[in-house]
């Protein structure tokens, strides 16, 4: 690891925009980040016809229900992966111009050469912070799950271990030493799975869920969900 690169910790004293894609990773780093930090609010990238996130495939209303539970306000901006990079930067330094310092992301493991979010934040003129940055995938789920927080399984992969039993399921201790017996990483971080959070210490009140029938797509299953 780099010894000049502080991104864990550079949210601390700054006025911050949290790039979210709604899941358990970016709900922990924006937690984090607002204990030591200003939250000015999140950003949200959509899909090109602006349906669902570009992430975690959420509708916007379910995005506005978890920002207005948490009390951020919520930008949004819809681009095709070829401008996603170029939308992205411009929603940065549009979160500059009102007074933005740092972006905040969840990630955990990244490499310090050729970090994506490094590079579109010097872009953009920002700081880069990433709480959870080098953490034990274990330690942040755990943690993560003792802080209260209430995460649903919405998305799998499942040529990666995951079933579509697994779509509705809540994270729990004892899930996560399910999915460690099945080498499964707790954490999804090789993209076996994508979490939707409905409750926490953040949110001023739950966020009650309908699901609808999964579909699929190629590998992956989704559990979309609607407020109820």
Aim: glycine content about 8%.
């Amino acid at each position: 690891m780099s010894q000049t690169v502080n991104w864990t910790n550079n949210a601390q004293g700054q006025r911050f925009i949290a790039s979210f894609s709604g899941g358990k990773d970016s709900m922990l780093a924006l937690y984090k980040a607002r204990k030591v930090g200003q939250a000015m609010g999140l950003i949200v990238m959509l899909e090109e016809e602006g349906k669902r996130s570009r992430s975690h495939g959420m509708p916007p209303a379910l995005i506005k229900a978890q920002a207005q539970a948490i009390g951020l306000p919520v930008y949004t901006a819809a681009a095709s992966w070829a401008d996603y990079e170029r939308v992205f930067i411009q929603l940065l330094a549009d979160a500059k111009q009102q007074g933005a310092e740092v972006l905040v992301t969840g990630d955990l493991d990244m490499p310090v050469h050729d970090c994506w979010h490094d590079k579109v934040t010097k872009q953009a003129g920002l700081q880069l912070a990433m709480p959870l940055w080098d953490m034990d995938h274990r330690e942040a789920v755990q943690e993560f799950i003792d802080l209260g927080f209430v995460t649903m399984v919405v998305t799998v992969n499942l040529s990666l271990g995951m079933t579509e039993e697994d779509l509705g399921r809540v994270l729990t201790h004892d899930y996560i030493k399910e999915l460690e017996a099945r080498g499964i990483d707790p954490c999804g971080e090789g993209g076996e799975f994508h979490t939707t959070v409905l409750d926490g210490p953040l949110f001023q009140q739950p966020i009650t869920v309908r699901q609808c029938p999964i579909h699929k797509d190629g590998e992956y299953a989704f559990l979309p969900l609607e407020l109820a």
